[in-house]
Structures are given as C-alpha cells and as structure tokens.
C-alpha cells in the first residue's frame, strides 16, 4: 500500500512499527493462548508458555546479562559498522550511495541465511557440553562445514543477482547505478562466502560459553572497518573501497575468534584433526 499510494519514507517508517506492533500483539495472543491449553492439559508439555514464577536469582540475572551483552554488542556493532559503511559511500554522491544501497540490500537479505544455523550452534551445542561433550567437536565439523558451503552457494548467487542485467533493472532503472554495481559485484560475492563463517563461529563461542570475548572481537573489527573507510574517503576509493572494507570487516571477526577465544581454537582442533585409525597405530607401534 506504501507503494501504491507513493507515501514514500514516511510510509515505510509506518508500515514497519505497524509490523513491530502486529507481530508483538499475535505474539501475547499465542502465548496467552498456549499457557491456558497447557494448564486444562494433562498431556507432557511440548510448547514452552509463558508463567509466572516468581522473580529470579541472581545466578540466573547474571548468566542471562552475560549472554544479552554478548548479543547486543554483536547486533550494535553490525548495525554501526554498516552504517559507516552507507555514510562513507555517501560521499561520493547519490549514484555511488544509491549502487551501495541497492547492492547492500542483495547483500543483506543473503547474509541473513546462516542466522539460523548460529542459533542451532547456540542450542545444540549448549544442551550437549552438560554430559555429551563428546559429540560437540563432530556437531562443530558438521556447522561449519555446512557454512563454508553455503558461503560458497551465497557468493555464487549474489555473483549471479547483481551479473543480471534483467534482476538489476528490475531493482534499479538507472543505467549509471546498474554500471557502477557491476564494479561492486566481485566485492560482495567474496565477502558473501565468508559471511557464514563469522555468523557461525559467534553462534559457536555462544554454544561452548565462550562469549565473553564477542563484544571485543565487534569493537576491534569495528574500529578496523572505520580505519579503512577513512583511507577510502581520503583517498578517494569511491564506494568501490567502500565494500573492499566490508570484506576486511567480516574477516577481521573471523580473525578475532581465532585469536581470542582459546576455547573455540581448541574445539577446532578436535573437529578438524585428522584421527589415526587403528591399522596405522599398529604400524606406528612396530616402527617403534
């Protein structure tokens, strides 16, 4: 309706709090729902509802603060560094913010797949460490395996969205805009196929309960990403620049797991090592 009805900013801005309030209000309907099905149930509980007991510990406040640092910093950090990223490619004028906003939304509603694989790392992962450790450093393999192939299948169609000369005229009319997107093209492919990594090693450290270090690890590549925005803008990079750094920002959150969180590194290890099997350590054994 936004649309039609050529509303424009203020419009969208509408339609997105008229969301906010409607998926708010579905969701207190459901769960009140919920909580009176299982109260004149005598079935086992499947759906969790929403009950009252009471005010919690300071254990509980304390994990639950630990955890929602975390979280927060990581979503602050991601909405300021893209931020940074949108204002930097400003400066060099409407067609280079508007190649930037239309490659950045391709980029986004892509980047936003392997957000549900971070939270299975989180739960599946957590429930095993209490007496299943076992099996953690197979589930991590299996992770980030899937995510270094879906990496590569998101760089190959964010490669092929923004090669289209039909897709890009469907989301820009411009020519000048659709020319200086092709440039931005190999930029946000490569940056793509290894957006799944850094999603999936946040969801990990948060598994393992290894979290402490996220909120460093944001601010570190933060401040990293505005360093090199602020070599393209005196330099003259162009936006082009621009999404050379969005490439330096998702690296340097991979680099930052690496270095910091020791619990992570070792758990890698244990995925990844190569396991001798029994024949070979018969032979080692007559060697010896």
Not at 80 to 92: E, G, R
Not at 170 to 188: E, R
Not at 272 to 277: E, G, N, V
Request: net charge positive; glycine share 6%; charged share 15%.
């Amino acid at each position: 309706m936004t649309l039609f009805k050529g509303w424009g900013a203020t419009g969208a801005a509408t339609a997105t709090v008229a969301a906010q309030v409607g998926a708010a209000l579905y969701y207190t309907i459901t769960s009140a729902r919920l909580q009176r099905g299982v109260e004149a149930s005598s079935k086992p509980l499947r759906d969790v509802a929403l009950v009252w007991r009471g005010l919690p510990s300071k254990h509980i406040v304390k994990t639950f603060m630990n955890v929602a640092v975390a979280l927060f910093s990581r979503s602050i950090g991601l909405m300021l560094a893209y931020s940074m990223l949108t204002k930097t490619a400003a400066l060099d004028g409407t067609l280079a913010l508007a190649a930037h906003q239309v490659t950045l939304q391709v980029w986004w509603l892509l980047s936003f797949i392997p957000e549900p694989m971070s939270l299975a790392a989180q739960t599946l992962i957590t429930r095993d460490m209490k007496d299943r450790k076992h099996r953690v450093p197979k589930l991590i393999k299996t992770l980030y395996g899937m995510s270094a192939t879906l990496g590569v299948a998101a760089a190959a169609l964010t490669f092929g969205i923004l090669k289209n000369p039909i897709v890009t005229s469907a989301l820009v009319a411009d020519v000048s805009v659709q020319k200086l997107m092709a440039a931005l093209v190999p930029f946000a492919a490569l940056s793509q196929a290894y957006c799944p990594i850094a999603t999936i090693s946040d969801g990990v450290s948060i598994g393992l309960g290894s979290f402490s270090q996220l909120p460093t690890i944001m601010l570190g590549s933060f401040f990293t990403t505005v360093v090199g925005l602020s070599l393209v803008a005196s330099q003259s990079l162009g936006v082009v620049g621009v999404w050379a750094c969005m490439n330096v920002f998702l690296s340097s959150r991979i680099a930052g797991h690496m270095i910091l969180s020791k619990k992570l590194r070792r758990y890698l290890k244990k995925a990844f090592q190569k396991k001798t099997s029994s024949r070979e350590k018969s032979a080692l054994s007559v060697v010896a």
